[in-house]
């Protein structure tokens, strides 16, 4: 059994994650803004930048999932800043507390696939440098500020996230209620790639990376066989015996989402294998399979 720390655990894969962890006989300690609740939570400030040090006596990791939903608003100036700075600030705060911790604790920290920015038909990697735009220059500081434990010789894994395939809730919501109707064609041209991931893989990737503290540095958490988003369309309108073969303008996308439709046009061919070589087996590597099991 290992005692483990959650930030973000309200939210759609940390909520799954706490279930996870319970169920294979962990200890989990849930980080929350508000009056505990329950004897597994304890009131956090994330704002502040601080963490009790006390926090992690006994704790053998921490999973940083804590951050302001990227599709939930329209991304006026406010709402850019509270996307920023809610990865930021709990990053820090949970950086520096790992840095001066008593002992080895291992820290998985949340990052996402925007580092790339738009990429178009270039393969990716780990290795790959930064892209452009609103979400890299986000993803870029919210890795930078998990540094402080990574130069204090803590182990640091930085897990860049793609789409979170789940029943649900997230990215995919929006996109399955159409294809439910039989509107669920192609985002603009389609041709973009979108790295995506099933929730149980999302899991499965961070229960392995807990266990593997020697995996260090960014990891890419998307399927193994990169996706084009109008085949993704295509095999929702498969599975949901409905067509998909309407496409949503650019333009319109534009109207209705503003300046994050340029994210949604935008995409990564993400081909990094860190994953893969650090033994971990994915539940729904065939995308095909992901989606049956995301409709079912």
Request: charged share 20%.
């Amino acid at each position: 059994m290992s005692r483990i720390v959650v930030t973000g655990s309200s939210g759609l894969i940390g909520t799954a994650l706490v279930a996870a962890l319970r169920e294979r006989g962990d200890e989990v300690v849930r980080l929350v803004r508000r009056a505990p609740r329950t004897v597994d939570e304890v009131q956090w400030d994330p704002s502040s930048r601080t963490l009790d040090p006390h926090v992690l006596d006994g704790v053998d990791g921490v999973v940083g999932l804590a951050g302001a939903g990227v599709g939930d608003h329209r991304w006026t100036p406010s709402h850019k800043h509270e996307i920023l700075a809610s990865r930021t600030d709990s990053t820090s705060a949970v950086a520096a507390a790992v840095a001066t911790a008593d002992h080895p604790v291992r820290f998985v920290s949340g990052s996402a696939v925007g580092y790339y920015g738009d990429r178009g038909e270039e393969e990716i990697t780990e290795a790959s440098p930064p892209g452009t735009g609103f979400l890299s220059d986000v993803t870029c500081a919210w890795e930078d500020a998990a540094q402080p434990a990574v130069e204090a010789g803590a182990s640091v894994a930085l897990i860049r996230t793609g789409i979170v395939m789940a029943r649900e809730g997230g990215a995919m919501k929006p996109l399955l209620r159409l294809g439910r109707l039989g509107l669920g064609g192609p985002l603009g041209s389609g041709r973009q790639f979108l790295p995506w991931i099933t929730l149980p893989d999302e899991v499965g990737a961070i229960l392995h990376l807990l266990d593997h503290p020697d995996v260090t540095g960014p990891v890419n958490l998307s399927a193994l066989v990169p996706a084009r988003q109008r085949d993704i369309a295509k095999a929702l309108g498969r599975a949901l015996n409905r067509p998909a073969v309407l496409p949503a303008p650019s333009i319109a996308l534009h109207a209705v989402l503003g300046e994050f439709a340029g994210e949604i046009l935008g995409g990564q061919r993400i081909v990094g294998d860190a994953l893969r070589d650090s033994g971990y087996s994915f539940i729904h590597a065939d995308l095909d399979a992901a989606v049956r099991w995301l409709v079912a």
